[in-house]
């Protein structure tokens, strides 16, 4: 079992910067493929990044591709996502998400993820 709590969401102006971060508790953080997810009212959850066990390897939508980096810190079972050049689109309920799985492995889809968090507001104003 792995609980995953989400922070750093809040309000930026257009072309401004916000890091979030994912705490996992839990012995077993460094077995998890872990992945951020969003979602804006009205529309589905979608898939925004993911990272590997290691952290050398990561996936990302093309929506975010060049703008947004993702992170992990074994040490500190943390995960991160560093969102850089904020778009009014970019705005939605950011979600951590983690899975065991195989060393390399990246996870893409909502249902290939096990565990949630409960979601941090990013809030983008034009």
């Known amino acids: 079992q792995v609980q995953l709590v989400e922070s750093g969401g809040g309000l930026v102006q257009a072309g401004g910067s916000l890091r979030l971060s994912c705490a996992a508790s839990?012995?077993?953080?460094?077995?998890?493929?872990m992945g951020w997810f969003r979602q804006a009212p009205g529309r589905e959850r979608e898939f925004v990044a993911a990272?590997?066990?290691?952290?050398?390897?990561?996936l990302y939508a093309d929506s975010v591709k060049g703008r947004f980096t993702i992170s992990r810190d074994n040490a500190k079972n943390t995960v991160y996502l560093q969102m850089n050049s904020l778009k009014p689109e970019d705005m939605a309920v950011y979600y951590c998400?983690?899975?065991?799985?195989?060393?390399?492995?990246?996870?893409?889809?909502?249902?290939?993820?096990?565990?949630w968090g409960q979601g941090t507001q990013v809030t983008v104003s034009s």
């Open positions: 998400a983690a899975r065991p799985g195989c060393s390399s492995q990246i996870l893409t889809t909502r249902e290939e993820y096990a565990y």
């Open positions: 839990g012995r077993t953080f460094i077995n998890n493929v």
């Open positions: 990272i590997s066990r290691s952290g050398g390897s990561t």
